[in-house]
């Protein structure tokens, strides 16, 4: 993906975003949509002048929507009257659901169901490929929706030339027949003249022995570092146990271990980005922002508790990965702050 434009501007709604995005040669929208349980009018009218657009400019549109609707047709196991209007809505804008198989995109110790749907206009679902429910703890109540999507673009790939794997023999053999008969240059254009020669020699007997290498992109995101695949391990384990204890004790870990690694719970950092706080200081020492590496690691007013549970008073962020969750969260909860 390169050139990620602005955002697609949809009027009055807190619950939709759309993105387009240019892929090879072509532009996309994706959208994300949210049709609140709450609301007794989900945003259809919003979600129709988004389709509306995306028709009128020829655009493939894939939209990634939390319905909270349940309809056979969506791999639900009921219908519901959500289930209903939604379908009506989509078959009336003509648009595909993506869904395929029954595995649940909405997990908790009470419910599994398939509410999420992916949806596409006509421009883009035979561009969906290989649709799957993630095994892979999200961090959520909400699993991974993966899916691939063929576009017309080539792969990315890098040139570069690797000077360890130089072909010494070549590049002495090309040196030494381009580079001529050293003549001794007594002017400043002869200097100039001979420099531009043996640069030239010297660049073409090193393009000659160390050839050009292709290597496709594998660049990361940035965020993404050791530490979290590690917190998302210890998640994972307590995911599998909940769901195959199904004891009340492990979802709560399960729970406990999700606020903790993401951050997204009573800590300051998080409720003040959101708009719930107004501080975002850590509430025990009000020195750092209140987020689970201040808490876990560097928070001076609990080191006695760091002590106690980890034996040190402080960490570094790829402590954790060494520590056991179970230790993690009786941490946490000592600290009263998750
Ligand atoms: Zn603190």
Request: contains cysteine; hydrophobic residues 35%; proline residues 6%.
């Amino acid at each position: 993906m390169n050139k990620p434009r602005g955002p697609v501007s949809i009027p009055q709604s807190r619950d939709l975003v759309a993105i387009k995005v240019t892929i090879g040669r072509r532009c996309y929208v994706l959208c994300s949509a949210y049709l609140s349980f709450e609301s007794p009018n989900p945003p259809l009218r919003q979600l129709m002048e988004l389709v509306e657009w995306c028709k009128s400019n020829n655009l493939p549109l894939i939209i990634g929507c939390d319905a909270n609707a349940h309809h056979i047709c969506c791999r639900s196991k009921d219908i519901n009257q959500r289930g209903l209007d939604l379908l009506e809505f989509l078959n009336s804008s003509g648009l595909d659901i993506l869904n395929r198989g029954t595995k649940p995109t909405f997990v908790t110790r009470n419910r599994q169901e398939v509410i999420d749907i992916t949806i596409s206009n006509s421009w883009s679902s035979h561009l969906v490929k290989n649709w799957h429910v993630s095994s892979e703890v999200s961090m959520s109540d909400h699993r991974y929706i993966l899916f691939n999507l063929e576009t017309d673009t080539v792969s990315e790939e890098r040139e570069y030339r690797n000077p360890k794997l130089t072909v010494w023999s070549t590049y002495r053999d090309s040196l030494s027949r381009n580079v001529g008969l050293p003549v001794r240059p007594h002017t400043i254009p002869q200097i100039e003249t001979s420099v531009e020669n043996l640069t030239r020699a010297v660049v073409h007997a090193y393009e000659q022995s160390c050839p050009v290498r292709k290597a496709r992109s594998r660049q990361g995101v940035p965020w993404w570092n050791p530490e979290l695949l590690a917190l998302r391990k210890k998640a994972r384990a307590l995911f599998n146990r909940a769901m195959r204890k199904k004891t009340d004790a492990d979802w709560d870990s399960y729970k406990e271990a999700q606020r903790l690694l993401t951050g997204h719970g009573r800590l300051n950092k998080h409720l003040n980005t959101i708009g719930l706080s107004p501080d975002s200081r850590c509430r025990l020492c009000g020195t750092s922002d209140e987020d689970s590496v201040h808490v876990l690691c560097h928070c001076p007013r609990v080191i006695v508790n760091r002590h106690k549970h980890f034996g040190a008073g402080y960490l570094a962020p790829e402590d954790i990965r060494e520590i056991p969750v179970d230790k993690v969260l009786a941490f946490a909860r000592s600290t009263g702050l998750f």
